[in-house]
T-cell receptor, first 113, second 113 residues
């Protein structure tokens, strides 16, 4: 079974630029999550989708972050404009619904200069 | 406000001995707890979980203990193996939260041969 795919794996941008991350979840997984993991911290949920609907985006900085999940499969997370404090690993995860089946991708490491 | 706390950033043990990783939480609404393991450059992987109706759950070399009155849980690994060297995250979710996970900062476990 293929795992959660994410791209790119690494990205370096300058502040005020925009950036987008892509996630392809495990086939058949209805729930998709985006997490932000700052160095030395645990993952923090940014947004949770159920199929193509948003379940929770309470911790998403909506003035600069946006996310969508087209057709209930792939998802993109965008930051525009980026700030220095956005430097982190962005993890995508998917599940069939319960947390024990929450599978994480390898993450995208973003560095904002 | 750190609702899930892992106060030991790192732990070093000898191969074959017991590893004990600790986690404290402050939110009394949490009723489901999980441990994730993370290797460098990979996403976290689910290890073991426990519901608040239990005080112990065992899976092979891994056992999780829950003390609800103290709002404390621990992960025991016996015997520890060098391949167990990784960062371990404690996570918690609350009933009715769509399984939204709140993670601790993680503990780096090093098992020395």
């Amino acid at each position: 079974e293929a795992g959660v795919a994410q791209s790119p794996r690494y990205k370096i941008i300058e502040k005020r630029q925009s950036v987008a991350f892509w996630c392809n979840p495990i086939s058949g997984h209805a729930t998709l999550y985006w997490y932000q993991q700052i160095l030395g911290q645990g993952p923090k949920l940014l947004i949770q989708f159920q199929n193509n609907g948003v379940v929770d985006d309470s911790q998403l900085p909506k003035d600069r972050f946006s996310a969508e999940r087209l057709k209930g499969v792939d998802s993109t997370l965008k930051i525009q404009p980026a700030k220095l404090e956005d430097s982190a690993v962005y993890l995508c995860a998917s599940s069939v619904g319960d947390p024990e089946t929450q599978y994480f991708g390898p993450g995208t490491r973003l560095l904002v200069l | 406000d750190q609702q899930v706390k892992q106060n030991s950033p790192s732990l070093s043990v000898q191969e074959g001995r017991i590893s004990i990783l600790n986690c404290d939480y402050t939110n009394s609404m949490f009723d489901y707890f999980l441990w994730y393991k993370k290797y460098p450059a990979e996403g976290p992987t689910f290890l073991i979980s426990i519901s608040s109706i239990k005080d112990k759950n065992e899976d092979g070399r891994f056992t999780v203990f829950l003390n609800k009155s103290a709002k404390h849980l621990s992960l025991h690994i016996v015997p520890s193996q060098p391949g167990d060297s990784a960062v371990y995250f404690c996570a918690a979710s609350a009933r009715g939260s769509n399984y939204k996970l709140t993670f601790g900062k993680g503990t780096l476990l090093t098992v020395n041969p």
